[in-house]
């Protein structure tokens, strides 16, 4: 498998939360980092074209904002809105917001409750255990767009799987029951049939119901994604 490409922090701009709230207080920025009164930085790049964030859950706004690179360690609550990246890595992070944004390499590992909106997307060099991530009315590669499809039929069958199991679980135990405490009524043998059948039923049943719906659900989790033109 392959790894997170291992960036050298030499030329970015290293923040902590602390020294971002120090940095905030001292420039006066707008807002107080918090969810309903984020720190907003506006037109100006004023901490720098590349930057390292580490640990960080307050909340920012970037709006209009250009970053040669940009890199989230373990942050959450970022808004971006209108800005431009040449490489944005996000890795252990949450609950982001990129929004009509340009994105030239997107690097992403471990991430999870993330919106890309009205967002272009070039090229994804990194793609791995991404969770609770919507693109919404967002232009993306032909490959991007195979691994959010390939990771969403694997959520499916994983689902699928998990369905059958307990159906598998239950009517185990209820062969038990019929086994130990009504085995006057019927014989073992039509128990088992009685019970694989039904099984078997109920569970092609819900598998067709899940299939019916597949298509729904993906287009749900992920609206209006659009294929970037290879022209």
Known sequence: MEKLIEESFDDLSAYSEER????????????????????????????????????????????????????????????????????????????????GSFVTDLNFKSIRDVLFSKSIILNVSNKFRIKNTVFNDCQLNNDFLDYILKK???????????????????????????????????????????????????????FLLFSLIYEYGIKKRHPRIKILSTE
């Open 20 to 99: 971002l709230q120090n940095i905030a207080h001292d420039q006066i920025w707008r807002g107080s980092g918090t969810e309903i009164d984020p720190f907003v930085v506006q037109n100006a790049n004023i901490l720098g074209q590349a930057i390292l964030i580490r640990k960080s859950s307050l909340y920012l706004s970037f709006i209009n904002c250009n970053f040669n690179h940009a890199q989230f360690e373990g942050c959450k609550n970022i808004l971006f809105e209108n800005c431009a990246f040449n490489k944005l890595v996000l890795k252990k992070c949450k609950k982001f917001k990129i929004e």
């Open 152 to 206: 969403s039929r694997s959520g499916f069958y994983s689902k699928i799987k998990e369905v059958i199991t307990a159906i598998i679980i239950i009517f185990s135990f209820m062969i038990l029951y019929r086994f130990m405490f009504m085995f006057s009524v019927f014989n073992f043998v039509e128990v088992m049939n009685l019970l694989l059948f039904a099984g078997i039923i109920i569970g092609l049943l819900i």
